[in-house]
């Protein structure tokens, strides 16, 4: 086959292998939401969001804008291991972009993969290198997550064994990621206590951030299941399996979450579609830099910071 041909036929099985995980995505979240149409009262649970007190969920917003600025300074030391210097405006401006896409556009290249091809293209960032930066940070923010997931379990849950399965599996995954970067990605290892404890500040802030919802709504905030729920939550919507970072599989979660502590599951998803919401706002500020490059002055700043800042 003439190399013209072999790259249009690449090209055809790419787009027909992204269309059809798209249409998978699209199926799932359909089916999420089917399923969860026939437990409860969607009308009620959209008058439940409408009485509630929009003043806490602005705090909660402003909590979870927080908590993607600590994402974005916990990637830049990844990104410092590998020396590549991006300065904090500029790595900010970056991540946002990448937020936008991964929400907004599930059906594209992620974000996280823009991210890598700019770098790659404007700075000559090795695409190997700066792709392992992308994935540890996902990973120490999943590591993150995980211990935060146990001490609420430890506190929740009324059955030993799960307790000790749950903070049993959080220390192996913490033991696991630092051998792995010891003996497989070498370069990253001095980032692993401090992009750790800026991945609990990340946890934390949305933490605070479900309790402000919570509060919003009226729910007692003694019914600390709701954040264990959550927390289960995030970790599968982690899973590229769904539309909008875990949309439907997120709220399916909630819902059967809600079951299994004997609470209100209407409750439960109005608490998750908030936090969607509240996603969305503060994703949706990555579109700006979908028609203005992230990158753009970026030699200048990138020069200031390099002659500033000793190294």
């Known amino acids: ?39 409860i009262d969607f009308s009620a649970a959209m008058a439940a969001i409408g009485k509630a007190n929009w003043s806490l969920l602005l705090a909660a917003l402003l909590l979870f804008v927080l908590s993607k600025l600590l994402s974005a300074f916990r990637l830049n030391i990844y990104f410092d291991n590998i020396g590549l210097r991006l300065p904090s405006s500029i790595n900010i401006r970056l991540y946002w972009l990448g937020m936008f896409y991964n929400l907004f556009l599930p059906g594209a290249i992620s974000g996280d993969a823009y991210k890598v091809i700019l770098l790659n293209r ?52 913490i033991g696991g990621f630092y051998l792995a970067l010891r003996f497989m990605f070498r370069d990253f290892l001095p980032g692993f206590l401090p992009t750790f404890f800026w991945g609990l500040g990340v946890q934390l802030c949305q933490v605070v951030a479900v309790y402000l919802i919570m509060s919003s709504l009226g729910i007692p905030l003694s019914q600390h299941a709701w954040v264990f729920i959550f927390l289960c939550s995030a970790i599968i919507s982690v899973l590229p399996v769904s539309l909008g ?49 992230p990158l753009q002055g970026g030699a200048k700043e990138r020069k200031d910071a390099e002659t500033s800042v000793p190294r």
């Not at 359909?30 to 026939?38: G, K, L, P, R």
């Not at 404007?122 to 990973?139: C, E, F, N």
């Not at 997931?149 to 220390?171: E, N, Q, V």
């Not at 004997?262 to 949706?284: C, E, K, M, N, R």
């Open 245 to 293: 970072g875990g949309l439907g599989t997120r709220e399916l979660v909630f819902a059967e979450g809600a079951r299994f502590f004997h609470l209100d599951p209407q409750q439960g998803i109005v608490i998750s579609i908030l936090f969607y919401l509240i996603t969305v706002a503060g994703s949706a500020w990555g579109l700006f830099y979908v028609f203005r490059s």
């Open 1 to 39: 086959m003439p190399p013209e041909e072999e790259i249009g036929y690449q090209n055809k099985k790419s787009l027909l292998k992204r269309s059809v995980s798209l249409l998978i995505k699209i199926a799932i979240t359909a089916a999420c939401f089917w399923y969860i149409a026939t437990k």
């Open 122 to 173: 404007h700075y000559g960032a090795s695409l190997k290198k700066t792709s392992a930066a992308v994935l540890l940070d996902r990973i120490s923010g999943l590591l993150a997550l995980g211990v935060i997931l146990a001490a609420f379990g430890a506190f929740i849950l009324t059955d030993p064994a799960l307790d000790a399965l749950l903070i049993a599996g959080a220390m192996i995954a």
